[in-house]
C-alpha cells in the first residue's frame, strides 16, 4: 500500500534524532532508544563489485539484493531477460530471486492515473511471473473518503489501463467492480495470482505466475514496446545468490551500475557508523517510533503512524507514514510540525523502482 507520508524541510544531526526520540517519550509514546536493536534497510547503495557487501559484515544483514541497473537503454528486453534467464538456471535453488523491471505507458492520457507505469518479468523456485503495477497522480488509501466524489472516474480509468496491460500480455485475467472498487481474478484458477498495493479503489498491482519460465519472455517484450523505444531506465534484481553467482551475472550485456539494497541489524546509536559506512551515495531507513494517532488526538479519526529516519549524505531526515489521514488535510502539516518541532512538506514515495 502506498502510505501518506511527509518528511522533514531539513537535515539533522543524529543528536537531533536521538532530541527527537526524546520529545516524543515525554508525549508518551515509546520510541527506539539509543541501545534498542533496530531493522535498518539500506537503499541504493552504489557498488563497484559484489564484493563490497563485505563492508557491512559488522552486522547481520538479510535480504541482501543486488541491482543491476541501465539507464538510458534501448536494446531488445527479450535479448536481456533470456541472458538474465540463462545465468539464472545454472544458479537457481530455493531463495534465489531474479527479476527486470521494464517501463510501459498507456496509449490514452488518464486524469488519475499517471501515463507511464512499470512492470517486472522474473524467476523465482523454477517459475516464472510478470508484475504489473499502475503510478496513480495521487495516493488515497483504503477508508479515505476525500475522493469519493470520483470514485467512478477513479474505478473506471483503472480499469482501462490494467485491461491495456492485460490485453498487450494476452493474459486470462477478469476485471470486475465489487462494492465500489476494482477487482481482478485469473479465470485459470489453477495459476497462483496475486494482487497487491491497494487503496481505496482496489488494488494496483498483479502478479500472474506460470510454471513455464519461458511464457513471458515474448509477452514481457510486448509491453515494453509500449513505452515507444525512448531510452528508458531497467533494472535487474538478484537475490540469495553466491558471489561468484554474481560475477557471472556480471557478463550479461555491459552497461550497468551496480547498487546494494539490503536490511541490517544494528543498534539505533550505530546509524551514523553505517551511513558512514554506505557513504557517500547510499540511503538508509529505521524505525524510530509507531503509534496509533488517537493517543495524540483522541478526537481525530484512527491511523496508524510511523515515524522514520532517513540518512543520506549530508546528515538525518525524518519521515512520517500514515495508512491515512486523521485530521483534514489543511491541519496535517501544522499538527506534524507541531509534533515533531520540524517544518514537513508533504512528499509521498514513488512506486517504483
Known sequence: MRERRWESRTKLEFGGVLALGERLAALGLEPAVPAKDVICYVEEWPVEAPEDLDRLDPWPTEDVTLVHIREAWRGDFFLLVGAYHTVYRRHQALGTYCSVSHPWRLEKALSTHDGC?????GFRQAHGFIRVRLHTSEVITPGESRAEDRRRLWVEERRRAFQ?????LDLPIEITTTNGSLALRSADHRTPFFCSWPDAFGPCQFEYNSSDPFEFLVPASRLAATYGGEPAIVRAYLTGFSEPALEEFHSVESGARYAYRCSAHCPLDELPELL?????????????CEFQTQRLLPDGEDAWAII??????????IEVRLNRAPLREEAMAGWLEQLLSLPVTYAPLPPFP
Open 117 to 121: 507505469n512499470m512492470f517486472w518479468v
Open 164 to 168: 491495456a496491460a492485460i490485453t498487450s
Open 276 to 288: 558512514l559506512t554506505i557513504a557517500p551515495a547510499g540511503r538508509l531507513y529505521a524505525t524510530l
Open 308 to 317: 522514520g529516519i532517513m540518512g543520506s549524505e549530508g546528515g538525518f531526515q
